[in-house]
């Protein structure tokens, strides 16, 4: 399953918006920004600075959290606009962890959207 480009932020303003009217959760591995954006799909835009390292640590970490987003994607999720801000560690771990966190702090995000009414709850 390709990254497409309508599952992506492609916009300076498309990030911003994210930024100022998002929901923060602060990882390990990285910072997770999410606001509803009223589709019947999620959409992910990638922060990863020099901080994370060279060139190749760089594309290892876009890598590990595109893949994460689309096992994300296989099992239900839907109707956000996720912007992920790694962090130095990430290129270090393998797939499971950064699944692992990925999933949990989207799951956290889901459930302050529907106590503030904002979202549907999560698939079961």
Known sequence: MRFRPR???RTGAEFDTVFKRGARLDGRF???VAVPNGRAFDRLGLAVSRRV?????RNRARRLLREGFRRLERAGSRGFDLVVVARAPLARHGQAEVDRE???RLLRIRRRAVVAGEAAPPPR
């Open 30 to 32: 990285f910072l997770l």
């Open 53 to 57: 390292g060279g060139a190749v640590e």
């Open 102 to 104: 990925l999933r949990e």
């Open 7 to 9: 599952q992506r932020l």
